[in-house]
T-cell receptor
């Protein structure tokens, strides 16, 4: 149980275009999902908390107009990188946890990640 | 504020030898501590966690970790390393009083097991 998927696994786009990344909880519903960004040889940086039915909460320094998050259903959150530039190239990972198992002593479940390359 | 330190960027060990990946943490309340492993271009896989009780916790793939409250450490260990253990390892913490908040991760330690 607690499987999280991401699509696509890899995307290459031209500078100035927008890219949408999907995060799905496959066998549970998640009211909260987290989006992380990972640069090469660096740790995961929390970008935002995605809340179903309400606005996402962004971490300090993350441009909310640049990284649009939509949590339209209990099993799907999307991250759209708008007007992407080469510096947005990174590995994006989402995380979700079944209700009743969120926070506290419970581990987070992670998607396989999406490698974005902006040319 | 919560934080995690992994002092080693890289750990090299010969196959069959014991391995240790170090982690220290800082939280204001009781810590919940976690270890994850990441293979190239993959997400994070949960290995083990410490919540309460026995200081030595056992997890997946033969890994274990020892919680040391006085040293605020949670080092990951394995008695006999395998080449397939080569990966990136992350220590993470959550303050026990912080409710549903995301884990805070260390910067990661790359483990290389040499045949």
């Amino acid at each position: 149980g607690a499987v999280v998927s991401q699509h696509p696994s890899r995307v290459i786009c031209k500078s100035g275009t927008s890219v949408k990344i999907e995060c799905r909880s496959l066998d549970f519903q998640a009211t909260t999902m987290f989006w992380y960004r990972q640069f090469p040889k660096q740790s995961l940086m929390l970008m935002a908390t995605s809340n179903e039915g309400s606005k996402a909460t962004y971490e300090q320094g993350v441009e909310k107009d640049k990284f649009l998050i939509n949590h339209a259903s209990l099993t799907l959150s999307t991250l759209t990188v708008t007007s992407a530039h080469p510096e947005d190239s990174s590995f994006y990972i989402c995380s979700a946890t079944p209700p009743g198992l969120a926070g506290g002593p419970h581990e987070q479940f992670f998607g396989p990640g999406t490698r974005l390359t902006v040319l | 504020a919560q934080s995690v330190a992994q002092p080693e960027d890289q750990v090299n060990v010969a196959e069959g030898n014991p391995l240790t990946v170090k982690c220290t943490y800082s939280v204001s309340g009781n810590p919940y501590l976690f270890w994850y492993v990441q293979y190239p271009n993959r997400g994070l896989q949960f290995l083990l966690k410490y919540i309460t009780g026995d200081n030595l916790v056992k997890g997946s793939y033969g890994f274990e970790a020892e919680f040391n409250k006085s040293q605020t450490s949670f080092h990951l260990k394995k008695p006999s390393a395998l080449v397939s253990d080569s990966a990136l390892y992350f220590c993470a913490v959550r303050d026990g009083n912080s409710g549903n908040t995301p884990l805070v991760f260390g910067k990661g330690t790359r483990l290389s097991v040499i045949a």
